[in-house]
């Protein structure tokens, strides 16, 4: 098992830039596959970048180019560098993860506000 806590949100200006951390504790991030998600008051919870326990990673098409995903394996880290951020990608975001084999984001963080002020 896993347990992760995020870290790292906070307000910035429209065009600024942040990085989130979402520390994991218990079985090396190794083996499973990693995510960023994001929750605005209203609205569904948004896949926003994925890293697979081979270091693959893709992002959605309203980040990309703005927001890249990493990991460190030896800090058991993952990392969300955001930049050019807009209001709409104010949120909640959270980390999850998942056994590389297993198709259900099992494990969660408990979240870190983002906002952006306009």
């Known amino acids: 098992q896993v347990q992760l806590v995020e870290s790292g949100g906070g307000l910035v200006q429209t065009g600024g830039s942040l990085r989130l951390s979402c520390a994991a504790s218990g079985s090396s991030i190794s083996v499973y596959a990693m995510a960023w998600f994001r929750q605005a008051p209203g609205k569904q919870r948004d896949l926003v970048a994925t890293?697979?326990?081979?270091?693959?990673?893709a992002h959605a098409d309203s980040v990309t180019g703005r927001f890249t995903i990493s990991r460190d394996i030896a800090r058991k880290t993952m990392y969300l560098q955001m930049s050019s951020l807009e209001p709409e990608d104010a949120a909640v975001y959270y980390c999850a993860a998942r056994v590389w084999f297993d198709n259900t984001w099992a494990y969660w963080g408990q979240g870190t506000q983002v906002t952006v002020s306009s």
């Open positions: 890293i697979n326990h081979d270091g693959t990673t």
